[in-house]
């Protein structure tokens, strides 16, 4: 039982009521977010030739790397138009996840610049595919101090937005280090924490916020306002957000709640069977020419090689003979192959077989010679 204490001012008489809710969290995340591959997973898309009313910045996808475990947001100092001839005088990036999450708790490490001028921050926004019509948005503004920014719209109410300075960071630059920024967004509540703390609650009672039952998707967003209304200068740039991870771990309400949270195969509009590519042969180690395959030429080497990837990454890898032995996935979350113009998959774990097997997945029994497929770990 999770009980908050709100305080509430009637006329001039100052009344204290408690609000409670049972909420039960599943025992572990769902969904990690750790960045560690070379390339963005499927479950990441970069906004491009988008901008804000009050942005000098035109978001750009190319501000987004993966540098060292963390997925880096730019905004740099080049002057640009967009498709319509507005100019801007930078670009900014914009992460956004193409994965849905509902009720629960959603956690980020990220470490900031802190530049007045800059608008940074992560959010929880469901816009319905129509941000004009009705959004609702919940997350942090991180300027020179943070700010908790809730912002929520629809064509018959005004904006009601409210930001809180947090306290706790007025004295601190953000960027001395990473920190942990934490939403627990649940049906009539929702909390803010910054390193552990909890520093703001709002209630579907309150007018501040008005939470649903729509699924959110996930935002990092990095860009510069008017900047001839703050004092930056061009050794300023680039500025950059660096997120180290988000982990999304929902309410335990029954059923398949608790269920990893599985990307789907990798697109594709060839057969992207993988065939032999030209290889150098050291030690034994044959390894491909392109830089997103890997050969292996024992089976040993190849689950020696699939252990040794890091987590919350997608891999395409490739093996010269038959694999019949599936034990060599055995570190693997998830496998995809595409045989004869048809995905298939395959998971260690029974659960995710069984989920996949319930979305129609075929579950292979065997990997034939010759043949490339996706590790996602």
């Given at each position: 039982m999770k009980k908050f204490y709100k305080l509430v001012l009637v006329g001039s008489v100052l009344n204290i009521f408690a609000h409670s809710e049972t909420v039960k969290l599943c025992s572990s995340p769902t969904f990690v977010e750790e960045f560690t591959s070379s390339e963005l997973s499927s479950a990441w898309k970069g906004t491009d030739n988008v901008s804000f009313d009050v942005s000098a910045s035109l978001f750009s996808s190319k501000?987004?790397?993966?540098?060292?475990?963390?997925?880096?947001?730019?905004?740099?100092?080049?002057?640009?138009?967009?498709?319509?001839?507005?100019?801007?005088?930078?670009?900014?990036?914009?992460?956004?996840?193409?994965?849905?999450?509902?009720?629960?708790?959603?956690?980020?490490?990220?470490?900031?610049?802190?530049?007045?001028?800059?608008a940074e921050g992560v959010s929880i926004i469901w816009d319905g595919n129509d941000y004009a019509t009705h959004h609702e948005y919940m997350g942090f503004d991180l300027l020179a101090t943070a700010y908790m920014a809730v912002f929520s719209t629809s064509p018959e109410v005004d904006n009601l937005y409210s930001s809180y300075h947090m306290l706790a960071t007025a004295t601190e630059k953000l960027s001395a280090k990473q920190h942990v920024y934490r939403i627990d967004y649940f049906k009539d509540s929702v909390s803010w924490y910054f390193d552990g703390t909890l520093f703001r609650e709002e209630f579907a009672n309150s007018v501040k916020i008005t939470p649903s039952s729509q699924k959110m998707k996930v935002v990092f967003k990095n860009w510069l306002k008017r900047e001839n209304q703050y004092?930056?200068?061009?050794?300023?740039?680039?500025?950059?957000?660096?997120?180290?991870?988000?982990?999304?771990?929902?309410?335990?309400?029954?059923?398949?709640?608790?269920?990893?949270?599985?990307?789907?195969?990798?697109?594709?509009?060839?057969?992207?069977?993988?065939?032999?590519?030209?290889?150098?042969?050291?030690?034994?180690?044959?390894?491909?020419?392109?830089?997103?395959?890997?050969?292996?030429?024992?089976?040993?080497?190849?689950?020696?090689?699939?252990?040794?990837?890091?987590?919350?990454?997608?891999?395409?890898?490739?093996?010269?003979?038959?694999?019949?032995?599936?034990?060599?996935f055995s570190s693997a979350k998830v496998v995809w192959i595409h045989v004869n113009g048809i995905w298939k998959g395959y998971s260690p774990y029974a659960k995710i077989r069984t989920m996949l097997i319930n979305s129609n997945v075929e579950v292979f029994t065997k990997v034939p010679e010759f043949t490339g497929f996706w590790v996602q770990k």
């Amino acid at each position: 039982m999770k009980k908050f204490y709100k305080l509430v001012l009637v006329g001039s008489v100052l009344n204290i009521f408690a609000h409670s809710e049972t909420v039960k969290l599943c025992s572990s995340p769902t969904f990690v977010e750790e960045f560690t591959s070379s390339e963005l997973s499927s479950a990441w898309k970069g906004t491009d030739n988008v901008s804000f009313d009050v942005s000098a910045s035109l978001f750009s996808s190319k501000n987004i790397t993966l540098s060292k475990g963390s997925a880096v947001l730019s905004v740099k100092k080049v002057v640009t138009t967009d498709s319509e001839g507005n100019s801007y005088t930078s670009t900014g990036s914009e992460l956004a996840s193409t994965l849905e999450f509902g009720y629960g708790k959603y956690e980020f490490k990220i470490k900031s610049r802190g530049l007045e001028a800059i608008a940074e921050g992560v959010s929880i926004i469901w816009d319905g595919n129509d941000y004009a019509t009705h959004h609702e948005y919940m997350g942090f503004d991180l300027l020179a101090t943070a700010y908790m920014a809730v912002f929520s719209t629809s064509p018959e109410v005004d904006n009601l937005y409210s930001s809180y300075h947090m306290l706790a960071t007025a004295t601190e630059k953000l960027s001395a280090k990473q920190h942990v920024y934490r939403i627990d967004y649940f049906k009539d509540s929702v909390s803010w924490y910054f390193d552990g703390t909890l520093f703001r609650e709002e209630f579907a009672n309150s007018v501040k916020i008005t939470p649903s039952s729509q699924k959110m998707k996930v935002v990092f967003k990095n860009w510069l306002k008017r900047e001839n209304q703050y004092s930056i200068t061009t050794k300023d740039f680039p500025v950059e957000l660096a997120v180290d991870y988000f982990k999304y771990t929902p309410v335990d309400s029954g059923g398949k709640s608790c269920d990893q949270i599985v990307l789907d195969a990798p697109k594709t509009e060839t057969n992207t069977t993988a065939t032999t590519p030209t290889t150098t042969e050291t030690n034994n180690t044959t390894t491909s020419s392109t830089s997103s395959a890997t050969i292996s030429t024992s089976l040993a080497q190849l689950k020696t090689y699939i252990n040794s990837l890091p987590a919350n990454g997608n891999y395409l890898v490739g093996f010269g003979g038959e694999i019949t032995d599936l034990s060599v996935f055995s570190s693997a979350k998830v496998v995809w192959i595409h045989v004869n113009g048809i995905w298939k998959g395959y998971s260690p774990y029974a659960k995710i077989r069984t989920m996949l097997i319930n979305s129609n997945v075929e579950v292979f029994t065997k990997v034939p010679e010759f043949t490339g497929f996706w590790v996602q770990k």
